[in-house]
């Protein structure tokens, strides 16, 4: 809950000065204070603040960002169909959850994503999109889509979280559930979170119109491959295999990994073992070595006598 939002979106909405919303909430202007800082709200007061502003469930900031109530609508009409659209064309076999919006976070995660890419949200809708089709049938509205900058980028971001996402669900989303691993207790668990700044940065995008876009690519890349990397590393330890490289996830491009994800969907890659289970084949039986050499060398009675000649282990290249 951001209660400094719902604060501001209040005085903006009421356009009054905080000691009447102060007066209008039955609390003093101290109070209105703490909370435009982000001192705890309750429910009760909560609920009480988005009737008054006639924001039902959507959330506070997303509002404030779109600039009032009635932008706001329109933003969500728009990225609820651009999310549909996305859902539409989606090859992985996998369902793209966030596209869902079954949280009722898809409006503030995508404008959310639009300014750490450092994209300036305008301040009233573009009128080119106000009238939005019945079906996705509509070539013009394909063509909308195409010609305004927001709809364009918007819905590009949400054709590449269908791809990461869907690689996510075949080769991550277990591994994050697995108890033993205790992922959520670790930076780990933001993987899922930010599943959509992780498609957007795979998305083409100008400079001009994303000012933010190359710290926000390289920032990205950082905290995924920290992430994934607790991921193997964990799981390695586990002894649970991996059906990919994971870290592909990070550098292959969105179809690239839209590509693997739909093959996982359909069995194709059922019989492909990946390189690190025979590395953890290797090392479980190093550490068997490790555990049953001293114990035959102390039944032989040889273990205080016994030299290992390094040179002896080498292969002989001129064998008589």
């Known amino acids: ?24 909430l039955g609390v003093s202007p101290t109070q209105i204070s703490k909370w435009k800082k982000g001192e705890h709200m309750s429910q009760e007061m909560e609920d009480k603040i988005r009737a008054i502003t006639q924001i039902g469930d959507r959330d506070a900031r997303f509002v404030l960002w779109c600039g009032s109530i009635e932008t706001a609508i329109k933003w969500e009409r728009l990225i609820h169909y651009l999310a549909e659209l996305a859902r539409y064309g989606d090859e992985t076999g996998y369902d793209t ?22 994209v300036d949200i305008p301040k009233g809708f573009p009128e080119e999109l106000e009238i939005i089709p019945d079906s996705h049938d509509d070539d013009a509205w394909e063509l909308d889509i195409d010609e305004n900058p927001y709809s364009s980028l918007i819905y590009a971001i949400y054709k590449s979280l269908t791809d990461v996402y869907g690689f996510y669900a075949a080769y991550v989303s277990d591994l994050m559930f697995d108890e033993d691993l205790d992922l959520y207790s670790t930076p780990a668990e933001n993987i899922e979170p930010c599943l959509m700044l992780l498609a957007a940065s795979k998305v083409d995008v100008e400079e001009r119109f994303a000012e933010n876009i190359q710290k926000f690519r390289r920032q990205t890349i950082k905290d995924y491959e920290e992430w994934l990397t607790i991921v193997k590393n964990r799981a390695f330890r586990a002894g649970i295999p991996l059906r990919a490289e994971l870290l592909d996830m990070v550098y292959g491009s969105h179809d690239e990994i839209g590509h693997e994800a739909e093959a996982e969907s359909l069995g194709i890659n059922t019989s492909r073992i990946h390189p690190d289970i025979y590395m953890n084949e290797l090392l479980v039986g190093m550490r068997i070595i490790h555990q049953v050499l001293p114990a035959i060398l102390n039944k032989l009675g040889i273990e205080e006598e016994f030299q290992l000649d390094p040179s002896e282990l080498q292969l002989n290249r001129n064998p008589r």
């Open 1 to 24: 809950m951001d209660s400094d939002a719902l604060i501001h979106l209040a005085l903006n909405t009421l356009s009054c000065p905080q000691k009447e919303l102060a007066a209008l």
């Open 97 to 118: 959850e966030p596209l869902n919006d079954d949280l009722g976070l898809l409006c503030w995660n995508t404008f959310y994503t639009l300014k750490e890419m450092g």
